[in-house]
C-alpha cells in the first residue's frame, strides 16, 4: 500500500512539473510556439531522443523562423543556444540510423541556421548522403542538390553527379517542382543538348502546372539566366504565371524577376507596368537599408520624377547605415536613374569609399564604370581606387580577371600602366578568348585617346600591344572549329577594335561555319550581323533559308532580330517574298500580345525594305496600340523614349508616301516640329565644300538652298531648281546662314512639290553620303539612306546622293575635278 502510495505521489509531481510528459515528444515539440519551448524538451529529453525526434526538433525550429519577418529573424542566437550545440552533437551520432528524407533535411535546415561547411556534422551528413545519392527520390535529391549551392558546389564532383541521375531518369520525372530546383544546382554543368532536354522536359510539364506556382516559375526563369538562354516559350509562360498572382508578389521576388528579366533581355511591358504600380505602393512601407535598396534599386530606373525624389531622399537618410553590397548596387542604380543629385552621387560615393578595400575586381569595375557615368570628381577616391586596382593586377593570374582590371583602369582620370603591368596583359594573351582580348583592346584605344586628349606622345608599347591583340584575335577566329563556341564569344562584342580589325576575320568563319546556323542561333547570329554592318550574302542567304525551313520553331519575338540585318544593310535574299512572309505568318497571331516597341522597330524594318503587310501597320495605327505605346514609353530610358518615338515617326512618313492607299494619317508634325526647332547641328567640311562649289556651279549663292526639310521632315542638304531648258532659278531671297538648320520652309500639309513649280521645272535635292551610309566591305548603299532617296522622288525630287569614296577619291583631287563632277550629276555634261 505504502509503495503504491509512493508510486502515486510521485506520477502526480510529474504531471505537475511536466504536462505534456504523457504525450509522444514529437506532438509536444509540434506544440512549442517558440525556440526556448523546443530547447527545454531537447535538454530534459537528450539521453532518449532519436533520429525522428532530432528531425522533427529542426524541423520546428526552421518554421519558427520561417515565420518571422527578415527583421525579427534570429537565427545567430539559435545557433549560438547551448541546447543546439546539444541537438548538434546529438544528431552526429543518429546519422547513420536517419532514412534519406530525415537525412537531407537535417542537413538542409542546420545550413539555414548558418552552421560552415566545414562544420563535422555538415561534412559527416553530406559525406553520407553522397554514398546514399543514388536511391533518392527525386524530392530528396533536389534538397541535397540545393544544400550542395548553398555551399558553392556548382562545379564539384557531386554535382556532377546529381547532373548525371538528372539525366539518365529525365524520362520519368514528373515533378516540375523539384525539377526546376535540381535545374538551377546543375546549370553550370550541363551541355547544350542536355540543356535542351531539360527545357523539353520542363514545357511538357508545364502543361500540368497551377497558375500558382510563382516558386516554380521563378526557378525556370533563374535556370534561363543561370545558362544564358532567353527562350521565349517558357519566359512568356512563366510571366503570365508572374502576372497572374502579382497581388501575392513581395519585393524580393519582384525585384528578382526584374533582374532576371534585365539580364536576358526580355522585355515584359504589361508586368514592368504592373510591378512598377506596386512598387510606388511599397514606397512608404521600407525604410529599413536591406528592404529599401531593393525598392530603389527595382523601382528607381523606372520611377516618376516625384517618385526618384522621394527614392532619393530616403535613400540619402539611411546612407550611412548601408553595408558594401547595397552601397554597390544603389551606385548601380543611380547610373540606371542617369542621377545628377551631386550630394547624393557624393554620399554614395563616401560609402564605397569607406568600404573600397573589401570589393572583388569585378565589383570595382562597376563601381568604377558608374562613378565615371555620373561625372562624380574626387581625386583622393580615384588614387584610392587605382591603387587597389593595381595591387590586384599584380597578384591576379586569370585573363578575364586581369581584363577586368586594366578595363577599369583605363576609365580612371590617369590610366597609364607601367612596363611590368603591360608584361602581364602579354603573358596572358595566348590564354583569352575574344572576349579578354576585346577589353583588353578597348582599354589600350581608352589609353591611347588620354594620351591624344592631353596632347602626349602615344608610346610604341601601346600600338605594340594593340598588335598582339589583332594577332591573337585572328589566331582565335582562323582556328575556330564550332559554330556554338565561337557565337558564345561573339554575341557580346560590340567595341571599335572589333569593328575595325575583326569584322572580316569574323564573318570569314561565321561563313566558314554557316551550316551550324540553325533555329536557336539564327536571331543572335543575324543581330550580330547588323551590328558589323558587314554584307555577307552569303550569311544572309542561308540565314533566309533557316527561317523558311525552321520557322514553326522560332519563337515570334525573335522575328525582328532577323529581319534586322537585312533592313540595316538594304538586301534582298533571293526568296524575298517566301522569307518576309513566312516571318509574318509567324508573328501574325501574336500582334495583339507583342510588346509595342518591338512592334514598332519591326514595322520601320520591313518599311525601309519596301514591305508593309496590312496586318501589321493596322495593329500599330491603332488608337489602343498607340496607347499602350504611350504608356512604355512613360518607364522606359529618355534616350530609348526618344528613338522609339523617331521611328514611329519614320514609319508613319514611309506609310503615308508609300501605302497611302491604306488611308493611315499623318499625325507627326508637331512632334517634328518640336525636334527640328531645336538647333540641329552644322555641316561637316565636305558638305560646306559642296555648298560652295554648287553655288558657282549653278551661277550664285543665290541659286542654291542649304540645310532645309521637305515636306514630312526629311533634311535636305542643298537644294536647287531647274527650268525646263535646264538653267537654275534664282530664289527670291537667300537669308539662311551657311551650315545651320533653320527648318522648314514649306508647309507641311504639301503632298507633292511638282505643282509648286514652274511648268518643266525640277526640283534637286543633293546628299552627301559618309561612310555610315554604306555597307563596311561594299559601296552599298544602307536602307535608311535608300529609303529617304525614294520618299524625295515620290515627293517630286530629282535626288543626287554624292558617295564621299567619289568625293574624295584622287580622281577629284582637284577643284576643277570636283566642279566637273557637280556638272555632270546635275545637267549630264562635264567641263564647263
Avoid at 558 to 579: H, K
Wanted: net charge neutral; proline share 4%; with cysteine.
Amino acid at each position: 500500500m505504502f509503495r503504491l502510495r509512493t508510486v502515486g505521489a510521485f506520477s502526480w509531481r510529474m504531471f505537475q512539473f511536466r504536462p505534456f510528459s504523457c504525450e509522444p515528444l514529437i506532438i509536444q515539440l509540434n506544440k512549442c510556439i517558440d525556440e526556448e519551448q523546443i530547447f527545454d524538451l531537447i535538454e530534459r529529453n537528450k539521453a532518449t531522443l532519436s533520429e525522428k525526434q532530432v528531425e522533427c526538433a529542426f524541423y520546428n525550429l526552421w518554421q519558427l523562423q520561417k515565420q518571422k519577418t527578415s527583421l525579427l529573424k534570429n537565427v545567430a542566437c539559435v545557433k549560438d543556444h547551448p541546447q543546439f550545440l546539444t541537438l548538434h552533437n546529438l544528431t552526429t551520432n543518429k546519422i547513420k540510423l536517419m532514412n534519406d528524407d530525415t537525412l537531407v533535411n537535417v542537413l538542409y535546415i542546420t545550413q539555414q541556421f548558418a552552421v560552415e561547411a566545414h562544420d563535422p556534422l555538415i561534412q559527416a551528413l553530406v559525406t553520407e548522403a553522397w554514398k546514399r545519392m543514388e536511391r533518392f527520390d527525386i524530392k530528396v535529391l533536389s534538397t541535397f542538390s540545393t544544400c550542395l549551392a548553398d555551399q558553392h558546389l556548382y562545379f564539384s564532383p557531386l554535382m556532377g553527379k546529381i547532373a548525371n541521375i538528372v539525366n539518365r531518369n529525365l524520362e520519368t520525372i514528373q515533378d516540375l517542382r523539384s525539377l526546376s530546383v535540381l535545374m538551377v544546382s546543375i546549370s553550370s554543368l550541363i551541355s547544350q543538348h542536355f540543356q535542351e532536354q531539360l527545357l523539353n522536359k520542363t514545357e511538357i510539364l508545364f502543361d500540368n502546372l497551377s497558375s500558382s506556382e510563382v516558386d516554380i516559375a521563378k526557378r525556370i526563369v533563374q535556370f534561363l539566366k543561370n545558362v544564358k538562354y532567353r527562350y521565349y516559350p517558357l519566359l512568356e509562360r512563366c510571366n503570365k504565371v508572374f502576372l497572374n498572382n502579382m497581388n501575392h508578389l513581395d519585393l524580393d521576388s519582384i525585384s528578382k524577376i526584374l533582374g532576371w528579366y534585365h539580364f536576358l533581355q526580355f522585355h515584359s511591358f504589361e508586368f514592368m507596368i504592373v510591378a512598377k504600380k506596386k512598387l510606388t505602393q511599397m514606397i512608404p512601407l521600407f525604410d529599413h537599408p536591406a528592404s529599401f535598396v531593393k525598392l530603389f534599386v527595382a523601382l528607381g530606373p523606372v520611377a516618376e520624377p516625384e517618385e526618384k525624389k522621394q527614392l532619393k531622399s530616403t535613400i540619402l537618410l539611411i546612407s550611412e547605415e548601408l553595408t558594401s553590397q547595397q552601397a554597390l548596387a544603389v551606385v548601380g542604380a543611380m547610373e540606371d536613374m542617369e542621377s545628377r543629385n551631386s550630394h547624393l552621387n557624393k554620399k554614395i560615393a563616401s560609402v564605397l569609399h569607406k568600404h573600397l578595400d573589401n570589393y572583388k575586381p569585378i565589383e570595382l569595375l562597376k563601381i568604377t564604370q558608374s562613378l565615371i557615368f555620373l561625372h562624380f570628381q574626387s581625386k583622393e577616391f580615384f588614387v584610392k581606387l587605382r591603387k587597389l586596382l593595381l595591387s590586384h593586377l599584380k597578384v591576379s593570374v586569370r585573363p578575364s580577371e586581369i581584363s577586368i582590371l586594366v578595363c577599369a583602369i583605363s576609365m580612371l582620370p590617369s590610366p597609364h600602366l607601367d612596363e611590368s603591368a603591360i608584361s602581364r596583359i602579354e603573358a596572358v594573351l595566348p590564354q583569352c578568348d575574344l572576349n579578354d582580348l576585346n577589353d583588353f583592346a578597348t582599354s589600350v584605344l581608352r589609353w591611347i585617346q588620354y594620351d591624344h586628349t592631353h596632347m602626349s606622345s602615344i608610346t610604341g608599347k601601346q600600338l605594340k600591344l594593340l598588335r598582339k591583340l589583332d594577332h591573337y584575335g585572328h589566331q582565335r577566329l582562323q582556328q575556330s572549329n564550332n559554330l556554338d563556341q565561337l557565337w558564345e564569344e561573339l554575341k557580346s562584342l560590340k567595341a571599335d577594335w572589333f569593328r575595325e580589325s575583326l569584322v572580316e576575320e569574323t564573318i570569314a568563319a561565321l561563313q566558314r561555319l554557316m551550316d551550324g546556323i540553325n533555329y536557336i542561333n539564327v536571331a543572335g547570329i543575324a543581330s550580330f550581323i547588323s551590328r558589323t554592318n558587314y554584307l555577307s550574302t552569303l550569311l544572309l542567304d542561308r540565314i533566309a533559308s533557316v527561317v523558311i525551313e525552321q520557322i514553326e520553331k522560332i519563337h515570334p519575338f525573335s522575328i525582328f532580330a532577323v529581319i534586322l540585318p537585312y533592313s540595316i544593310l538594304n538586301y534582298d535574299p533571293p526568296q524575298r517574298n517566301e522569307f518576309f512572309g513566312t516571318c509574318m505568318q509567324c508573328l501574325h497571331s501574336h500582334l495583339g500580345t507583342l510588346d509595342p516597341l518591338m512592334l514598332v522597330f519591326l514595322g520601320f524594318s520591313l518599311a525601309t525594305l519596301e514591305y508593309f503587310p496590312e496586318d501589321l501597320l493596322k495593329t500599330i495605327f491603332n488608337i489602343k496600340f498607340l496607347a499602350r505605346l504611350d504608356s512604355q514609353l512613360e518607364i522606359l530610358p529618355s534616350s530609348l523614349r526618344t528613338r522609339v518615338q523617331f521611328r514611329l515617326m519614320e514609319l508613319n512618313r514611309a506609310v503615308c508616301l508609300e501605302c497611302p492607299e491604306l488611308q493611315i494619317p499623318w499625325f507627326h508634325d508637331r512632334f517634328c516640329q518640336q525636334q527640328y526647332n531645336k538647333d540641329i547641328g552644322s555641316m561637316n567640311g565636305a558638305q560646306l565644300q559642296i555648298s560652295k562649289m554648287l553655288a558657282e556651279v549653278l551661277g550664285g549663292i543665290n541659286c542654291v538652298k542649304t540645310s532645309l526639310l521637305s515636306p514630312y521632315y526629311h533634311t535636305i542638304e542643298f537644294e536647287c531648281i531647274l527650268d525646263k531648258r535646264k538653267k537654275p532659278i534664282p530664289y527670291g531671297s537667300h537669308n539662311i546662314t551657311l551650315g545651320k538648320l533653320p527648318g522648314m520652309y514649306w508647309e507641311s500639309n504639301i503632298q507633292i512639290v511638282g505643282s509648286s513649280l514652274p511648268p518643266g521645272a525640277e526640283r534637286i535635292a543633293f546628299e552627301f553620303l559618309d561612310s555610315k551610309a554604306f555597307c563596311r566591305n561594299i559601296p552599298h548603299i544602307k536602307g535608311k539612306s535608300a529609303m529617304k532617296k525614294r520618299h524625295l522622288e515620290i515627293l517630286g525630287y530629282r535626288v543626287i546622293q554624292i558617295p564621299h569614296f567619289e568625293w574624295n577619291s584622287m580622281a577629284l583631287s582637284q577643284k576643277d575635278a570636283r566642279l566637273d563632277y557637280l556638272r555632270e550629276r546635275i545637267f549630264g555634261i562635264g567641263k564647263s
